[in-house]
């Protein structure tokens, strides 16, 4: 009995311990790692760390034989500071999503699924080759009325340019496509520390843009409709596809004209290349200056010219973002603002990157229902 009493009492203090230091952690982003742990753990587990705090504390107390002492005491009173701290980001969070127009739902955020749980598709597609390689895009069909063509939701993925798939957030195009829309999923070529693809991987962006022109009516949709959204580097990609498709520009690796796009959706992404490789970040900044290298083949000083071509719209920016430092973002907005473009920027408090990645936390909410209202207020809605 003293050895289960004992191990409640360590479970107990545990829980409120390594919560009260991820909840500094996403208090004081700074931090090298710890900042990183706490605003990954604060962005998306918030409402946990309101509660798990609390739960330790009354388990230590439940399995406890003695009259509280001091370190009683102050296990608890870490454990309501922990609570306490973690109740105001969460307001934070969930006032930000507000001021987007977004309502949240708090039982949802409890879910512990994430985005990239698989889900079935509906077709996958080969759009074009790069070299030896196959390119294919996933097919989630819209689930609106069958009497009526759909707009088309074109998803690229993020990983840096070097990693992730067409299948990424599989919850969240089911989503888009059960509201209403024809969801396409797009590979790329990724580039790796011997294959540098910073002009390829836009050609063929191009060309898939032109297979989705050519065989969106296939699946009922229409084209003409065209709205894309991306994250991380994949945001990256998709504010370039935008811009220089509406602009005539951009290149296709494939034969085709290429659609107009309508609308834009990103989250945190890439938009200052250069500013990714200077990222001072202690934990991080190794790992950008990796992922900047490997797709550009050198840095900025070598390749200026390749660093200026990835430029960037909704744009969902990680206000703790060890990975893609949010200050090129916040300078896009603002010169966009001042050109007459049409930009709009929400930022996530404590949100470090990849914070929508649990399916029903604030974060995915507030880019999932965000995401709707923009493009509806573009006439790209269903």
Not at 184 to 193: G, K, N, Q
Request: charged share 10%; hydrophobic share 45%; aromatic share 10%.
């Amino acid at each position: 009995m003293i050895v289960v009493r004992r191990a409640l009492m360590f479970l107990g203090a545990t829980m409120v311990i390594v919560s009260a230091l991820l909840v500094l952690g996403g208090f004081l982003s700074t931090l090298a790692y710890l900042g990183i742990a706490g605003s990954s753990a604060l962005s998306q587990y918030g409402p946990w760390l309101i509660v798990l705090p609390v739960m330790g504390v009354a388990i230590y107390l439940a399995a406890t034989s003695k009259r509280a002492g001091r370190g009683t005491v102050i296990l608890g009173g870490l454990g309501l500071l922990s609570s306490l701290g973690a109740s105001i980001a969460v307001a934070q969070m969930i006032h930000a999503a507000n001021g987007a127009g977004v309502s949240i739902h708090l039982g949802k955020t409890f879910s512990l699924s994430t985005v990239f749980e698989p889900v079935p598709l509906d077709a996958t597609e080969q759009y074009g080759s790069c070299g030896p390689e196959a390119l294919y895009v996933a097919v989630y069909r819209h689930k609106g009325p069958s009497d009526r063509l759909a707009p088309v939701l074109v998803y690229i993925h993020g990983g840096g340019f070097v990693a992730g798939a067409r299948t990424d957030h599989a919850q969240d195009m089911q989503w888009f496509a059960e509201k209403g829309w024809l969801v396409i999923s797009v590979d790329y070529p990724l580039s790796s520390e011997h294959r540098h693809l910073w002009d390829q991987a836009s050609r063929d962006i191009g060309c898939a843009l032109v297979w989705v022109a050519q065989n969106s009516a296939r699946y009922g949709a229409n084209a003409s409709r065209l709205s894309l959204i991306g994250e991380s580097a994949g945001g990256s990609l998709v504010l370039n596809a935008a811009y220089w498709a509406n602009q005539g520009t951009l290149p296709s690796s494939c034969e085709g004209s290429v659609p107009h796009v309508s609308a834009v959706s990103v989250l945190y992404p890439v938009v200052d290349l250069a500013n990714i490789y200077a990222n001072p970040d202690p934990a991080l900044g190794s790992f950008s200056r990796r992922l900047a290298t490997y797709y550009t083949g050198g840095t900025p000083q070598q390749y200026p010219e390749r660093y200026a071509a990835v430029l960037p719209a909704f744009m969902l920016v990680a206000a703790n973002d060890h990975l893609v430092p949010p200050e090129g973002a916040y300078a896009f907005a603002k010169t966009a603002a001042a050109a007459g473009i049409d930009v709009r920027l929400v930022r996530f408090p404590y949100g470090e990157h990849g914070f929508d990645r649990m399916a029903g936390s604030i974060g995915n909410q507030l880019f999932r229902q965000a995401t709707y209202d923009f493009l509806k207020s573009h006439g790209q809605a269903p």
